[in-house]
C-alpha cells in the first residue's frame, strides 16, 4: 500500500484542477425534452423539490423594476410547493415571494358558496416578488452552453436581482393561477372573460386540484401537494447537468477564473477569453505531468538500493530480531558439542530377554 505523503497530497491538487476545469469545459448539457416539460415540473414540485425556469425578460417589458443594468436577458423564477402545518395551507414559493395556494381557492368560486359568490373569480392585488436575473455576456460562458444555463452562470457571478409584479388568479373551484400584473387587470371586473392571447401573454403557471376540505383523521390533508396538477409554467428549464456544473464553479471561480481574467485584460482583450482557459488548463496539466515525473524517477531511484538480507532465524518463541541474531551468532561456540555414550541397561532378571536364544 503506498504511503500518503505531503508531497502526493500536494500533487494532486492540480489533478483535481485541471479534473474541474475539464468537466467545466467539456460536461455535456442534455435538454428536458419539450414533450417532458410539464411531466418533469409535476413530478418535481410534487415531491417538494424547487423547480428552476427561465424567462425572457423581454416577455416582462415594464413589469419589472430593472437593477441589471441591460446586461440580463432572462429572469430566474424558482417554484417550490410545500405544506404549512399550523394553517393546514398549501404554500408556493416564487422567487422570494411565498403564495397560499389554499386561502385563494377558498377565496374563489366554490360550490359551498351562496349562489349570486359561486361563480365569482378571485383576483389577488398586485404583489411584488424578488428573482434572480442573468444574462450571457460573460466571460465564464463557453459557446457551446444552453441558453438557460448561460443566465444562470451570468447570476450566478454577479449575484443580480430583479423585482417583478404578480398576481393571483382563481377563476374556477380548485384552480389557482399566477400571473404578471399587465395592463388588463387594471380594469377587470368579476365575472369579465380572459382572452387566450391575454393567457399566452400574463399567464406564469398554473395549479389545479388544490384540496380545500379536511377528512376526519386524514391529517394535514389540505398541505399534501401530492395530488396537485400543475401546468403552463412558463420558462425554460436547466440542462440536467446544471447542478453538477454549479458546484464546481465554486473552487473553479477564484484559482481559475480570476486568474483567467487578469491574464485576458492584460492581453487588451485581443485574445478569446476561452483561448485563454484552455491555454491555462494545459499548462497546469504539463506542470502536474512533469511533478509526478521527478516523483516516479525518485521512487524506482529509491527501489534500485539492495537492502539487507533477513536471515530468517526461529526462535523458540517466534522470529529473532537482527540484534539477537548477532548476539546468538557472536556467542555460537565454534567446536561441535560431543554427548558422551549412554550406557546400555542390561535386562534384568525379572525382565524377560527381548529375543529368545534358540
Known amino acids: 500500500m503506498p504511503r500518503i505523503t505531503v508531497s502526493r497530497i500536494l500533487g494532486l491538487v492540480p489533478l483535481t484542477w485541471v479534473c474541474l476545469a475539464g468537466t467545466w469545459f467539456f460536461l455535456p448539457s442534455p435538454v428536458v425534452r419539450d414533450i417532458y416539460h410539464d411531466g418533469y415540473i ?17 416577455r416582462f417589458g415594464s413589469n419589472v423594476q430593472q437593477q441589471c443594468s441591460g446586461e440580463c436577458s432572462g429572469l430566474i423564477f424558482d417554484w417550490r410547493l410545500e405544506g404549512h402545518g399550523p394553517s393546514d395551507s ?8 411565498r403564495v397560499n395556494l389554499t386561502e385563494a381557492v377558498l ?62 388568479f382563481s377563476p374556477e373551484p380548485g384552480l389557482v393561477e399566477i400571473w404578471k400584473d399587465i395592463t388588463m387587470w387594471a380594469s377587470y371586473k368579476p365575472g369579465d372573460a380572459v382572452r387566450e392571447t391575454e393567457r399566452e401573454v400574463g399567464l406564469l403557471a398554473s395549479f389545479s386540484h388544490i384540496p380545500t376540505s379536511q377528512f376526519a383523521g386524514a391529517g394535514a390533508l389540505r398541505a399534501n401537494p401530492a395530488n396537485v396538477k400543475i401546468s ?8 440536467k447537468t446544471w447542478p453538477l456544473r454549479e458546484i464546481i464553479a465554486g473552487p473553479l471561480y477564484v484559482p481559475t477564473f480570476m486568474l483567467s481574467v487578469i491574464i485576458w485584460g492584460s492581453t487588451l482583450e485581443t485574445v478569446p477569453f476561452t483561448v485563454i482557459l484552455f491555454v491555462q488548463m494545459l499548462a497546469i496539466l504539463l506542470l502536474f505531468v512533469g511533478f509526478q515525473r521527478i516523483n516516479l524517477a525518485w521512487l524506482f531511484r529509491g527501489r534500485g538500493k539492495r537492502r539487507p538480507k533477513n536471515r530468517g532465524i526461529w526462535g523458540a ?13 557472536g556467542t555460537r561456540p565454534k567446536k ?13 532378571k525379572s525382565r524377560a530377554p527381548l529375543f529368545d536364544k534358540a
Open 232 to 239: 403552463n409554467v412558463r420558462g425554460v428549464l436547466p440542462s
Open 42 to 58: 409535476e413530478q418535481r414540485l410534487r415531491t417538494g423539490s424547487t423547480v428552476t425556469t427561465v424567462v425572457e425578460r423581454s
Open 317 to 329: 518463541a517466534g522470529p529473532i530480531t537482527t540484534d539477537e541474531e548477532s548476539g546468538l551468532l
Open 90 to 97: 398549501l404554500m408556493l414559493s416564487v422567487g422570494k415571494a
Open 336 to 348: 561441535a558439542m560431543v554427548m558422551p555414550p549412554s550406557a546400555i541397561s542390561r535386562p534384568s
Open 107 to 168: 377565496k374563489g368560486p366554490s360550490d359551498s358558496k351562496p349562489e349570486d359568490q359561486r361563480t365569482t373569480a378571485y383576483l389577488s392585488p398586485s404583489f411584488r416578488a424578488g428573482i434572480g436575473a442573468g444574462g450571457t455576456d460573460h466571460e465564464t460562458i463557453l459557446p457551446w452552453f444552453t441558453w438557460s444555463d448561460k443566465v444562470l452562470i451570468h447570476a450566478l457571478m454577479h449575484g443580480y436581482n430583479e423585482n417583478v409584479q404578480l398576481r393571483i
